[in-house]
């Protein structure tokens, strides 16, 4: 069976996990979905991810981050779907929760926060707000 959106996948995997307040969480891979992982881990809203080898696809095992109980990710949500692209150029980037959150954006430097981009002066695709 063919997944339509293997980013909302990768958000609803992570969401579970957090309400299930698992340690790690493991998606298929994708030169995307790293990218995402690596922002994440960035802006220290995981501990940690690493891409395990399994011969085809690849494992992405990310650890998700806890301080005292409570989850560093508050919230994710998905911006542009299969069916609805949402495109932002570098001017008419929202900020997220008023500065709180970060706008992750598919743009022709490759997949930036909304702050790297509006410094970049590029727009984009936007991927999804986390917060």
């Not at 995307?32 to 085809?56: C, N, P, Q, T, W």
């Not at 984009?124 to 917060?131: A, D, K, L, P, T």
Request: glycine fraction near 8%; include cysteine; charge should be positive.
């Amino acid at each position: 069976m063919t997944m339509t959106d293997p980013i909302a996948d990768f958000l609803t995997r992570i969401r579970n996990a957090i309400k299930a307040r698992k340690l790690f969480v493991e998606v298929p891979a994708s030169k995307m979905k790293i990218d995402i992982a690596r922002i994440l881990f960035h802006h220290k809203y995981i501990d940690s991810y690493e891409v395990i080898e399994d011969g085809k696809q690849g494992i992405l095992r990310i650890k998700l981050k806890y301080t005292m109980g409570i989850s560093a990710i508050s919230g994710l949500k998905r911006i542009s779907k299969p069916g609805r692209k949402v495109y932002k150029d570098a001017k008419s980037i929202d900020r997220v929760l008023n500065g709180l959150g970060i706008a992750i954006i598919s743009t022709s430097k490759g997949i930036l926060v909304d702050k790297q981009a509006k410094k970049d002066n590029v727009g984009g695709e936007v991927i999804c707000h986390i917060w």
